[in-house]
């Protein structure tokens, strides 16, 4: 008879205390998401501590039981059964099954950036991934939702043709073209050369890639001063773009391509060709503004500046008060120089300096105020939403700033920066208001982490990029003002010759009383489809683009 002294008895009752109270413990998080019936578990199931398994729960079973919970729409329980063959069985014949099954219970629970974290993760490894594929058309699904790529192109560095699906090939290889070319961390001529070897391989058969295709192409060869090679692929974007069937898309690239041959052939000053392709652009498109008033410079470049000044004169309708232009001022100045009216030359340069030296002011006032990238995204996501919700303050300073504000989230880059940021946001209350077991558990906590992380990279990027863009438009004013007081002063040294060609004729200076001409009425010729109307103060919404300036000139030969 074996005797155990009190001690022992003690020692080995707390061990069995132990097991009667650790191993159910260690199945209610997975009993409570599978909704088990009254039927009690069964007495002998493993357990974990930390990284040393225990037991008989094996990687086919939690398999098995995350495929069970997945079909039946139970994705966050699904999850932790996934997650536990991936954070602990890396090894293991089912780890990547297991790791593209997380994914896709990430994406079903709305946690977008998590489950193409994981995709990722998946490309990454390349072909040899036996998810490699589907892992590819999953990303594509996701970044179309997100519409950001550059989340996993840049995992794509080393591939076949062949290890593309090829439903997704032509899109693939778009993508990847566009990528490239946006790179900016490459050298250009190395980004250039790849981007092209890329897009050259998407097939005219699907059009909607195609057609974005060449329209990149054709910016590539401008880049490199290739203007025929560049024309020519515009123009097979904007043919190809007639075949797709999505009209906005449709839309969208023929008016890229149609913008694009008229700045080539701006660039090569046939600005009769710019102007014409210019017309092209409708007047319900978002771009008609900015093709307005680049088509102004075209005039003033052929000497045409009363269809300058009449184009101006739309520009300063009420219609376009919440937008910035300001190249109108100089464009204005610069056409009434041309014409010899000094007077009014020196009206304009006045109202210029008095309207845009404030603002120069208020963007080093926010610069000064907002140093980090962090603080100049939280204060601009103030102002935007400020904005959007008052419209523009009655302060004529702080209403060339809004108007700048906004032109800042024209920037493609910022405002995809400060979508995707609002869309982590969103995901990390996904989260929050998920079941405090999961919430709390080892790939919740996790989640956060990573979430809140990309969090603050964007926030940092979104403000540095913003910061960038309004020391960019402060450097503009700077210039626009320096153009401002040059005209100024050739203003002035203009008046002067004047004077003294007068005093060398005469002998002596003559100063003409003023008089005041009788203003007629006048009439020009129109075409049949058009009626002429003279200008009453009043701004017509079917008048916008069409007005026209009778500047006299007053030069003498």
């Known amino acids: ?157 080393r591939f076949r043709t062949a290890d593309f699906p090829r439903k997704y090939r032509n899109e693939l290889f778009y993508l990847l073209g566009k990528y490239y070319f946006q790179n900016k961390k490459l050298p250009l001529a190395r980004r250039l050369k790849l981007a092209l070897k890329l897009l050259l391989q998407v097939q005219s058969r699907q059009a909607k890639f195609y057609a974005r295709a060449q329209y990149v192409i054709g910016v590539i060869y401008a880049l490199a001063n290739q203007a025929n090679n560049a024309a020519r692929a515009f123009r097979l974007a904007a043919t190809s773009a007639r075949r797709i069937k999505n009209k906005k898309m449709q839309r969208n690239i023929l008016e890229l391509s149609v913008l694009a041959l008229a ?55 009420p219609y376009f008060r919440n937008e910035y232009f300001p190249e109108v001022g100089i464009l204005r100045a610069v056409s009434f120089f041309e014409r010899c009216r000094y007077k009014r030359v020196k009206k304009i340069i006045t109202t210029y300096l008095r309207r845009y030296r404030p603002l120069v002011s208020s963007i080093n006032s926010f610069l000064t105020r907002n140093p980090s990238p962090q603080r100049a995204y939280i204060t601009l996501r103030n102002l935007r939403n400020q904005e959007s919700a008052s419209g523009l303050d009655d302060d004529p300073s702080a209403q060339m700033f809004q108007r700048l504000l906004k032109l800042t989230f024209k920037d493609k880059k910022v405002r995809l920066l400060f979508d995707y940021i609002k869309e982590i946001t969103r995901e990390l209350q996904v989260i929050q208001q998920s079941r405090s077991l999961w919430r709390g558990s080892a790939l919740g906590r996790l989640l956060q982490k990573r979430l809140k992380q990309e969090r603050m990279a964007k926030v940092s990027e979104a403000g540095s990029r913003a910061q960038s863009r309004f020391r960019a438009a402060k450097n503009e004013l700077a210039e626009l003002i320096s153009q401002a007081l040059k005209i100024q002063y050739e203003t002035l040294g203009a008046e002067k010759a004047l004077l003294q060609a007068s005093a060398s004729q005469q002998g002596s200076f003559t100063m003409k009383s ?25 701004y017509w919404v079917d008048e916008l683009g069409f007005y026209r300036y009778r500047v006299r000139g007053e030069c003498k030969k």
């Open 1 to 157: 008879m074996i005797r155990f002294s009190s001690q022992q008895m003690l020692r080995w009752c707390l061990g069995v205390c132990v097991l009667v109270f650790a191993i159910p413990s260690a199945h209610a998080q997975l009993d409570i998401f599978e909704k088990p019936k009254n039927n009690p578990p069964p007495q002998r199931r493993g357990f974990t501590f930390g990284t040393f398994k225990v037991g008989g729960n094996s990687g086919r079973k939690q398999m098995n039981q995350g495929q069970r919970l997945y079909a039946q729409g139970n994705y966050q329980a699904a999850s932790l059964k996934f997650f536990l063959v991936v954070s602990q069985m890396s090894g293991s014949r089912w780890f990547q099954t297991a790791e593209f099954q997380l994914a896709k219970c990430l994406y079903r629970m709305g946690l977008y950036h998590a489950a193409l974290d994981y995709f990722t993760g998946i490309i990454r490894t390349g072909a040899s991934h036996r998810h490699f594929r589907s892992s590819l058309s999953w990303v594509i699904l996701i970044s179309r939702r997100l519409k950001n790529e550059s989340m996993f192109l840049g995992k794509l560095k």
């Open 263 to 317: 700045r080539i052939h701006y660039g090569a000053k046939h600005f009769k060709a710019a102007i014409s392709y210019y017309r092209l652009i409708e007047r319900k498109s978002g771009r008609w503004l900015d093709v307005l008033f680049e088509r102004a410079w075209a005039h003033l470049r052929r000497g045409q500046y009363g269809h300058t000044l009449g184009i101006l004169h739309s520009l300063d309708s």
């Open 514 to 538: 003023s008089r005041r001409r009788k203003r007629n009425r006048i009439t020009v010729a129109a075409p049949d489809d058009y009626v002429f109307w003279p200008f009453q103060g009043e």
